[in-house]
Nanobody, 121 residues
Framework: QVQLVESGGGLVQAGGSLKLSCAAS????????MGWYRQAPGKQRELVAL???????NYADSVKGRFAISRDNALSTVYLQMNSLKPEDTAVYYC???????????????WGQGTLVTVSS
């Protein structure tokens, strides 16, 4: 069973920074795309940032220039560096990964439990 465990959320003032981490554990053959999503109260879950296995990245327009996604394939870990945080960044942040458990298996999505980020004004 593959699990994703997030850490690094918390309370920060507007303009501050936080770094989220998400480590995958369990029996895995390979990981394809990894990403961060967020869900604010009363809103749908949205993509924040995505990174491919080659290191190509994609960001939501609302976080471009402020957030940076990276990954360490040796550690099966993805990071999200969040700078210049705004109150509207307040949300539960979820880690996502496309995981293959064996050579001939298909990639399937795995989600973390979420970590709360609160930005005060």
């Amino acid at each position: 069973q593959v699990q994703l465990v997030e850490s690094g959320g918390g309370l920060v003032q507007a303009g501050g920074s936080l770094k989220l981490s998400c480590a995958a554990s369990g029996s895995m053959f390979s990981i394809n795309n990894m990403g961060w999503y967020r869900q604010a109260p009363g809103k749908q879950r949205e993509l924040v940032a995505l990174i491919t296995s080659r290191g190509d990245t994609n960001y939501a327009d609302s976080v471009k220039g402020r957030f940076a996604i990276s990954r360490d394939n040796a550690l099966s870990t993805v990071y999200l560096q969040m700078n210049s945080l705004k109150p509207e960044d307040t949300a539960v942040y979820y880690c996502n990964a496309e995981v293959k458990v064996a050579l001939l298996a298909e990639y399937r999505e795995v989600w973390g439990q979420g970590t709360l980020v609160t930005v005060s004004s």
